[in-house]
Nanobody, 117 residues
């Protein structure tokens, strides 16, 4: 049974930084795409960033230049460095993995990020 465990959320003032981490436990041999999504109250879940390799990343326009996604394949982990945070970044952040074989998708339980003005 594969589980994704997130950490690093919290309360921060506008302009501050947070680093989210997500690691997979259980048998997952190869992960194609790792990503972060977020969902603010009353809004749909939206893509924040995805990564296939160090040279293959994708960011939502709203976070470009402020957020950086990275991964550690040996640890089956993905990270999201969030700088220059804004109140509109407040949301529950979810990590998402897509396995290389079979296309199975996994979600984390979510971690709350709150940015105060």
């Amino acid at each position: 049974q594969v589980q994704l465990v997130e950490s690093g959320g919290g309360l921060v003032q506008a302009g501050g930084s947070l680093r989210l981490s997500c690691a997979a436990s259980g048998k997952i041999f190869s992960i194609n795409t790792m990503g972060w999504y977020r969902q603010a109250p009353g809004k749909q879940r939206e893509l924040v960033a995805t990564i296939r390799s160090a040279r293959s990343t994708n960011y939502a326009d709203s976070v470009k230049g402020r957020f950086t996604i990275s991964r550690d394949n040996a640890k089956n982990a993905v990270y999201l460095q969030m700088n220059s945070l804004k109140p509109e970044d407040t949301a529950v952040y979810y990590c998402h993995f897509i396995a290389t074989f079979g296309g199975y998708a996994y979600w984390g339980q979510g971690t709350q990020v709150t940015v105060s003005s």
